[in-house]
Every structure is written in structure tokens, then in C-alpha cells.
Nanobody, 118 residues
């Protein structure tokens, strides 16, 4: 079983920055892809950013140029650096792990709240 724990959320003013972290209970070398999703009130959960075991990244158009996903293999962690935050970034952010061929292909963290407001 893979456990994911998010941290780093909070309240920030527009234009500010936050760094989210996701700690995995297994070596992330064994995880094919890790990413961040978010869900705002009244909206569908959407992919924000993802990174594969090979280092390829993918970002939602709404966050390109502002957010950066990265990994720390030694600590089994994935981070999301969020800059130039906007009120529309307000959401619960969830860490996700995908393992190809596994009995359980998707794992989710419990989420961390990000609120961008004056």
C-alpha cells in the first residue's frame, strides 16, 4: 500500500507563493507518475501538474509559467512550487501516484487547502 501525505497549504495573498510537498511511503522510483490535482468549490477535480519517473512534466494551461513540479528521490517526496498565485488557484490540492500494472493503480493523499485571498 502506498500512502501519500501532503503539506504546505495555507492562506496567501494574491501574487504570493507557496510550496506544497507530498511524502510517499515507498521509494518513488517505483511510481510511474506522480502529480498534483486540485478541486475548487463547485468545480471538477483537475490535473495541475505531473512528473513521470523519467522526469517528464505536464502542466495545466492555467498554471504554466507559474507552477513548477519537482521530485526529491532521496526523500521520496514531490513538490509543487506555486508562484504568482491568483484567487482562482484556491482549492484543495491532492497528491496522486500512478503505478502501471499494480492491483491498485491510483493512490491519493488526503489533500491540503490552498486559499489565495486578500
Amino acid at each position: 500500500q502506498v500512502q501519500l501525505v501532503e503539506s504546505g497549504g495555507g492562506l496567501v495573498q494574491p501574487g504570493g507563493s507557496l510550496r506544497l510537498s507530498c511524502a510517499a511511503s515507498v521509494n518513488i522510483f517505483s511510481i510511474n507518475s506522480m502529480g498534483w490535482y486540485r478541486q475548487a468549490p463547485g468545480k471538477e477535480r483537475e490535473l495541475v501538474a505531473a512528473i513521470t519517473s523519467g522526469g517528464s512534466t505536464n502542466y495545466a494551461d492555467s498554471v504554466k509559467g507559474r507552477f513548477t513540479i519537482s521530485r526529491d528521490n532521496a526523500k521520496n517526496m514531490v513538490h509543487l512550487q506555486m508562484n504568482s498565485l491568483k484567487p482562482d488557484d484556491t482549492a484543495v490540492y491532492y497528491c496522486n501516484a500512478k503505478i502501471v500494472g499494480a492491483w491498485v493503480p491510483n493512490y491519493w493523499g488526503q489533500g491540503t487547502q490552498v486559499t489565495v485571498s486578500s
